[in-house]
Nanobody, 125 residues
Framework: VQLQASGGGLVQAGDSLKLSCEAS????????MGWFRQAPGKEREFVAV????????RYADSVKGRFTIYKDNAKNTVYLQMNSLKPEDTAVYYC???????????????????WGQGTQVTVSS
């Protein structure tokens, strides 16, 4: 599967952004889909994940209550709605696909086989 992330940009603290990740190739419903982010000088970290059927989600504590992950299987797209953005949310955001859905929702990058190219989110104070 190929993943194309988009929607990043430069916003002010408190603003909202919606990231999109469109998948092409193998059936979209074969994957749990995750969002990760990586700030300069830091390791890539988990943000959110959604199950293959969209029924279960999980979030990092740092974004819980502010970010929402959802998917539209008809459009082969997973979204990350980001509200109340903070300067510490600044990072390159990546979408990723985990094809081993039988292991449940996972939050560690090495478990994700497919990655998008990343989209920059910058939040100014």
């Amino acid at each position: 599967v190929q993943l194309q992330a988009s929607g990043g940009g430069l916003v002010q603290a408190g603003d909202s952004l919606k990231l999109s990740c469109e998948a092409s190739g193998r059936s979209f419903t074969s994957y749990n889909m995750g969002w990760f982010r990586q700030a300069p000088g830091k390791e890539r970290e988990f943000v959110a994940v959604i199950s293959w059927n969209g029924g279960i989600t999980r979030y990092a504590d740092s974004v819980k209550g502010r970010f929402t992950i959802y998917k539209d299987n008809a459009k082969n797209t997973v979204y990350l709605q980001m509200n109340s953005l903070k300067p510490e949310d600044t990072a390159v955001y990546y979408c990723a696909a985990d094809d081993r859905t039988y292991y449940g929702l996972r939050n560690t990058p090495p478990y994700y086989k497919y990655w998008g190219q990343g989209t920059q989110v910058t939040v100014s104070s």
